[in-house]
């Protein structure tokens, strides 16, 4: 007799959506979140691209899907999976220092913000180089910050940054931006918003807090010296499946199959730890709803 027929690993948009779908199909299921149920999607303010909602704040979104799955009957628990073992039938889920058996697993770790890998940012990481604005960001009112990214995240953030803070540069290592075009439009037509182009970030700089950083501006071949408060850093993602062992490809991201089944008969992946997800939240909660169709009917199967 196993603890769940489910475990869901990760409380975001896939991890939520998963259970959703194995819970009203009548399967018991627990929903294991080690920091921030939602993920992601906590950590941003307006949402205008998810079907269903014009518009709206990532807390709301996440209290709704949250409450959702709630009252569907999913169980939740505060914990960082630790590993995944196989005993026989079983699969044994080691949750902090407790081990809860189930017979299919969702993986759904999602992935964090990745940090440069120059001189002083671990020194001033949360004493001026931050990833989330929507958390650190009301630290700097009135102050002059920068972001560094010109992706969605990057220039959707610049804008939430430049409600507060006195001044935003936006550091950009290329000469255009990969952000959709109507959050690219408002950044480029907010009045404290600058863009640095063609530039690096080479170094975080201060004494107990960061005041300065030093930029390398790849086509003048320059460096220069930028002061300022804080840096907030959107310059991609690492997938969260070091503890796992299950097959990924040459950047970390599991590798799943049609079904959403990774190389672990009965151990599922969705979201953005999977290979090709498009890192969106209506992608993850496609890929969340599909793997927990296959978990239901991987277990009807086996029965
Ligand atoms: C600033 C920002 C703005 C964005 N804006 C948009 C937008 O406007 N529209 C859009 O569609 N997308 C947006 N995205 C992207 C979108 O939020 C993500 O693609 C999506 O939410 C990913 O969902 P996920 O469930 O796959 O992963 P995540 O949201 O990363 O969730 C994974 C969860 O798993 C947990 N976890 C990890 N490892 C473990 C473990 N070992 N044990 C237990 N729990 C674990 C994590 O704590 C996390 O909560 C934005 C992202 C950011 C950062």
Not at 18 to 47: D, M
Not at 59 to 77: N, P
Not at 89 to 103: M, W
Request: proline share 1%; net charge neutral.
């Amino acid at each position: 007799m196993v603890d769940y027929d489910v475990i869901i690993v990760g409380g975001g948009a896939a991890g939520l959506t998963s259970a959703i779908y194995t819970v009203r199909a009548g399967l018991s299921t627990l929903l294991v979140e080690k920091e921030l149920f939602g993920g992601q999607i906590a950590l941003t303010e307006g949402i205008e691209n998810y079907p269903g909602f014009e518009s709206i704040q990532g807390k709301d979104l996440v209290d709704k899907i949250l409450a959702q799955a709630k009252k569907q009957g999913v169980k939740t628990k505060v914990g960082n999976v630790q590993s995944i073992t196989t005993k026989g039938k079983e699969k044994i889920v080691e949750i902090d220092n407790e081990k809860v058996s189930t017979r299919a697993i969702v993986l759904a770790v999602g992935s964090t913000p990745r940090k440069l890998d120059v001189v002083g940012r671990e020194e001033f990481d949360g004493k001026g180089v931050h990833y989330c604005v929507m958390c650190d960001g009301p630290l700097y009112k009135d102050r002059v910050c920068a972001i560094i990214g010109g992706g969605d995240a990057a220039i959707k953030e610049s804008l939430s940054l430049a409600k507060i803070a006195k001044k935003v540069f936006v550091i950009h290592r290329r000469e255009g931006l990969r952000a959709e075009k109507r959050w690219q439009d408002l950044a480029l037509a907010t009045k404290n918003i600058e863009f640095i182009w063609n530039s690096e970030v080479r170094g975080f700089f201060g004494e107990k807090f960061l005041d300065s950083i030093k930029i390398f501006n790849s086509k003048t071949n320059k460096e220069s010296v930028l002061e300022l408060s804080a840096v907030f850093t959107y310059i991609g993602h690492v997938p969260n499946t070091k503890s796992f062992d299950f097959k990924k490809d040459a950047r970390g991201y599991f590798v799943v199959d049609k079904s959403y089944q990774t190389s672990e008969e009965g151990v599922f992946a969705a979201g953005d730890c999977v290979a090709g997800n498009h890192t969106q939240i209506a992608t993850s909660v496609g890929a969340g709803a599909a793997a927990g169709m296959s978990v239901i009917n991987y277990l009807h199967l086996k029965e």
